[in-house]
Nanobody, 119 residues
Framework: QVQLVESGGGLVQAGGSLRLSCTAS????????MGWFRQAPGKEREFVAR????????YYRDFVKGRFTISRDNAKNTVYLQMNSLKPEDTAVYFC????????????WGQGTQVTVSS
């Protein structure tokens, strides 16, 4: 497993932008598919986006497509989530997660960072 620490959350007005970062410990970061998830109050955690080990492939849920961009810098052991055109419904705790090489589930999780979008 890998230890993950998110940062970059905060309060922003609707239409604004934030960039979340997630930094991993260890030297095997480039072997993990990385994902971002979010959990709004009273709702279940939901998948937002993922990026392949080398960053060549990304996937987004429809509700963030065109507004959010996931990227990674393997030299810095960091994955990012650039969030533009934020909406109040994007308010949630955002988590990054790592999927073990060859695995089917995300096995390592960060502690989460709060994103609040005011209307």
């Amino acid at each position: 497993q890998v230890q993950l620490v998110e940062s970059g959350g905060g309060l922003v007005q609707a239409g604004g932008s934030l960039r979340l970062s997630c930094t991993a410990s260890g030297s095997t970061f480039s072997t993990y598919t990385m994902g971002w998830f979010r959990q709004a109050p009273g709702k279940e955690r939901e998948f937002v986006a993922r990026i392949s080990q080398r960053g060549s492939s990304t996937y987004y849920r429809d509700f963030v497509k065109g507004r959010f961009t996931i990227s990674r810098d393997n030299a810095k052991n960091t994955v990012y989530l650039q969030m533009n055109s934020l909406k109040p419904e994007d308010t949630a705790v955002y988590f990054c997660a790592a999927k073990d090489p060859g695995g089917t589930m995300y096995s390592s999780w960060g502690q989460g960072t709060q994103v609040t979008v005011s209307s």
